[in-house]
């Protein structure tokens, strides 16, 4: 499935609607959103379109791969859009204000440790690993101010 954008998207399901909304919503404004996020955006654009439908589809997109569902200190869940021409990051994130900034300056380090890592885990438990997330937590400099 190819999205209005001109992206390539794969899913095994219905595309519908909602779920075009929902992705242009990402594909707009990007970030880190929440889905009462999607939703304020969603609405905008397609007012019929409830609080429920957009959980039950960002549920959907996220088994399918197009999204990334995060679980950050506030509580409450996040999502990014999946995209090939994203380089893999991490995350930093503000304890006081709640910001959530990507970095990518150390992957190739960061990745060739977590895989060295992930290969002595598996081993040790017999637990074969599929992906990592890594998160920092902290204040950001203009909390700090």
């Known amino acids: 499935m190819r999205n209005r954008h001109g992206r390539k998207f794969k899913c095994a399901g219905r595309w519908t609607a ?4 929902i992705l242009d919503v990402f594909l707009n404004r990007g970030g880190h959103l ?46 990014e859009l999946n995209d090939d021409e994203r380089e893999h990051h991490h995350h930093l994130i503000c304890k006081s204000c709640g910001n959530v900034s990507d970095y990518s300056e150390f992957i190739h380090r960061e990745l060739k ?8 885990l598996s081993k040790k438990h017999d ?6 997330e890594l998160h920092f937590y902290g204040v950001c400099g203009d909390c700090r101010e």
């Open 34 to 79: 929440t889905a009462d996020d999607v939703f304020m955006e969603v609405k905008k654009r397609a007012p019929g379109v409830g609080l429920a439908t957009v959980y039950r589809n960002l549920d959907f997109l996220s088994r399918e791969g197009l999204v990334s569902r995060f679980q950050f200190s506030d509580g409450r869940a996040h999502y």
């Open 127 to 132: 637990f074969n690993i599929d992906s990592h």
């Open 113 to 120: 440790l977590m895989k060295d890592l992930e290969k002595e």
């Open 18 to 21: 909602a779920r075009q909304a």
